[in-house]
């Protein structure tokens, strides 16, 4: 600082300058003559000739991205060898499923460590629970899992609840570039069955499938949840062509039971509640 004060700004104190380049030119001329001056505190070399002595080798490379402020973060890497970071998920070596790693959060990048060694780099991604997947961490096989999850495996589950779970499991596998990506969603599709019922499960999976909609558990839960609140509403319909008078005839048909769905109105019978009884 006090070279700076002394050779550069009382130096060029007495000076009126018109423009920034024109002030940042004169300064710049300044400081070439204080490193390149001799008998630099009495020795016969300069700032500039001790410079290219001792420290220009010494000098690391700069990094290679700007500095940013730093979040740290501990996380357990899924059994889809991913890691979810504020609503994002980040893949790591395969190798780490079901281990702890340290999670460093820039401004625009993601590094995951394990170990005191940087194991994943991945460019920040958006909040939008879409996965940013690195090929050289996806396994040979998905058997190679310490979880043992794999495609058939949970295809094999949801076929043994019905066709339509099978088959919204299915387009979500298909949904996905990698097969790990989906793992999380399908089972949590699956595990629907425990909160509510196999067969609750099968029905809103057929809703998916008829109304063609693309499967997510949200979806999926909405119809569970919405079966639940109106459950299906049995009506025994009366039989026009009965008489009520005592010692009639019992009618030959007696109409079927109708079932209601939600919306239906339970005070309009059915095609099945008119039958006709032929008169001799």
């Not at 002595?53 to 973060?73: G, H, I, T």
């Not at 310490?146 to 495996?153: P, S």
């Not at 999976?205 to 997510?216: A, E, G, K, M, N």
């Amino acid at each position: 600082m006090d070279i700076a004060e002394r050779w550069i700004i009382e130096y060029l104190a007495d000076r009126s300058f018109f423009s920034l380049e024109e002030c940042n030119e004169a300064i710049a001329e300044q400081v070439e003559w204080i490193n390149h001056r001799d008998q630099f505190r009495g020795r016969s070399q300069s700032r500039w000739q001790l410079f290219e002595q001792y420290e220009r080798d010494q000098l690391l490379p700069l990094p290679d991205r700007p500095w940013s402020w730093a979040v740290w973060r501990k996380s357990k890497v899924g059994m889809n060898y991913h890691i979810r970071v504020d609503n994002h998920f980040y893949s790591v070596p395969w190798q780490l499923a079901g281990k702890t790693v340290e999670t460093c959060i820039l401004d625009d990048a993601i590094d995951i460590i394990h170990d005191t060694e940087i194991v994943a780099r991945h460019r920040k991604g958006p909040r939008n629970f879409q996965y940013s997947t690195l090929d050289e961490h996806v396994p040979p096989s998905h058997q190679d899992l310490r979880t043992r999850w794999d495609r058939q495996r949970i295809e094999q589950w949801a076929g043994s609840i019905g066709a339509s779970t099978f088959a919204v499991i299915e387009q979500m596998f298909n949904a996905r570039k990698v097969e790990a990506q989906a793992y999380n969603s399908c089972l949590a599709v699956l595990a629907l069955s425990k909160d509510f019922s196999r067969s609750e499960l099968e029905q809103a999976c057929d809703v998916i499938i008829r109304t063609r909609q693309v499967p997510s558990v949200r979806r999926i839960k909405e119809q569970l949840t919405d079966h639940r609140k109106h459950p299906p509403v049995t009506v025994e319909p009366t039989d026009p062509a009965a008489s009520t008078t005592p010692g009639a005839s019992t009618p030959a048909t007696t109409p079927a039971r109708v079932v209601a769905r939600p919306g239906d109105n339970p005070n309009v019978r059915g095609a099945g509640a008119f039958t006709f009884k032929e008169v001799n």
